[in-house]
Each structure stands twice: as C-alpha cells, then as structure tokens.
C-alpha cells in the first residue's frame, strides 16, 4: 500500500525557514517591491515544501497543485 501522506523533515526544514523569511519581510520591510513581489515569490515556494513536507505526491504533481492554487488566489 502507497502511503499519501508522511512526514518529510527534508521538506518542512526549508518551509519553516521560508515562513521565518515571510514573518521577517511582514514586520520590518515596508517598500513597493520586496514586499509585494519578493513576499508572493517566496510565499508560492513556501507552498510548494509545506505540502511536500506531508504529502508524497512527485514533484510534478506537488508543483501543478501548487501553481494552481496560485494562479486562483491571484485570479480572485
């Protein structure tokens, strides 16, 4: 049986640095480029390992989900 779902420290160590990155970048940088583009840049990649870090999907299929949801939220 193929396990979905598994705990993936390789991927939730970067996740957590990326949200440490973000909270950084919320808090204390407050000018028209970083803050808009260079925060949905990273927040996109930080997406991307969160899901990696619980769900065993390929790289591929991790990424399409992501970019996705990326596109949608963006779109809305």
Known sequence: MNKQIAFNKAYFVPAIILFLIEVCIALFIKDSFIRPYGGDFLVVIFIYYLLKSFW????????????IFSFTIEFL
């Open 56 to 67: 065993t999907a390929s790289p591929l299929k991790a990424g399409l989900v992501v970019l």
